[in-house]
T-cell receptor
């Protein structure tokens, strides 16, 4: 049972480069999300999705795009990387419906933009 | 909008002792869930314990328990018999308990870094 798989684990980009962070889950979770974690800031929501074809913005969406073509995958795209996007990125998913279904997290991607 | 406040950026505790991490939150909602997540140096995010706001009984998971005070909007985590493996960042998180736009989001506090000293 793989859970939530994120790739890559580490990435270094130059300012202006683009890249896609991959996220896949095998738990058939409807909800998927991307967070960024910065020192002293906790985790902040970037984008989320409640199902295939449905996405919405979180607290800090600027500079990021997402799409959800399948239930399993939720990639995060940086179109033109900036040093302010240096962070650790987490993908997380959960079951929707009644109950306090917790978020299941991937192991994170450490991104450095120089 | 919901906010979660963890007022202790760093704490330390001797091995085998008990420590309490504080968390307060602000919301106008009546039905919600609260969580504590642990992040060890490996960077994994691990669910420690959860509490439904409609339950008056405090949640307990082995050495971890919470003190949930709904009126005071307080949700502290108590770790008993602290172990070296408890050294980690601890995050308190809040989620509204109904379906609808924006209601699935978890709002996190900024975290408390706990060090267990041998």
């Amino acid at each position: 049972n793989a859970g939530v798989t994120q790739t890559p684990k580490f990435q270094v980009l130059k300012t202006g480069q683009s890249m896609t962070l991959q996220c896949a889950q095998d738990m058939n979770h409807e909800y998927m999300s991307w967070y960024r974690q910065d020192p002293g800031m906790g985790l902040r929501l970037i984008h989320y999705s409640v199902g295939a074809g449905i996405t919405d913005q979180g607290e800090v969406p600027n500079g990021y795009n997402v799409s959800r073509s399948t239930t399993e995958d939720f990639p995060l795209r940086l179109l033109s990387a900036a040093p302010s996007q240096t962070s650790v990125y987490f993908c997380a998913s959960r079951r929707l419906g009644r109950g306090s279904s917790p978020l299941h997290f991937g192991n994170g991607t450490r991104l450095t933009v120089t | 909008a919901q906010t979660v406040t963890q007022s202790q950026p760093e704490m330390s505790v001797q091995e085998a002792e008990t420590v309490t991490l504080s968390c307060t939150y602000d919301t106008s909602e009546n039905n919600y869930y609260l969580f504590w997540y642990k992040q060890p140096p490996s960077r994994q995010m691990i669910l420690v314990i959860r509490q439904e706001a409609y339950k008056q009984q405090n949640a307990t998971e082995n050495r971890f328990s919470v003190n949930f005070q709904k009126a005071a909007k307080s949700f502290s985590l108590k770790i008993s018999d602290s172990q070296l493996g408890d050294t980690a960042m601890y995050f308190c998180a809040f989620m509204i308990a109904y379906s609808g736009a924006g209601s699935y989001q978890l709002t996190f506090g900024k975290g408390t870094k706990l060090s267990v000293i041998p």
